[in-house]
């Protein structure tokens, strides 16, 4: 049995979103891809430290798989609310 890191399952799930007929949006939720909760959740346990800050290697990581992270809410110490960018919309996590 075959096993994949955290970030190959993001890759994976993204991409599906991307090859997905959904029709472009601002933002994407889970009535518009079933993944969303799933993508959501792995950007949260692979983007996000323990102490809570963006892990800026996974960041460029996920950009070496044409997918880039945008701040949508952001405070004087950092991003609050970040977003994966897809063809079809943002998913936020946070």
């Not at 993204?14 to 950007?43: C, G, M, W, Y």
């Amino acid at each position: 049995m075959e096993t994949y890191t955290n970030m190959e399952r993001l890759v994976h799930l993204l991409n599906e979103v991307n090859d997905s007929d959904i029709t472009p949006r601002q933002f994407l939720e889970e009535k518009d891809h079933s993944a969303v909760p799933l993508i959501r959740s792995l950007l949260c346990a692979e983007m996000i430290t323990e102490g809570g800050h963006l892990n800026w290697d996974k960041k460029d990581e996920l950009a070496g798989y044409g997918f880039n992270l945008v701040p949508i809410e952001q405070d004087r110490w950092g991003w609050i609310l970040g977003a994966v960018v897809t063809d079809a919309g943002l998913i936020t996590f946070g």
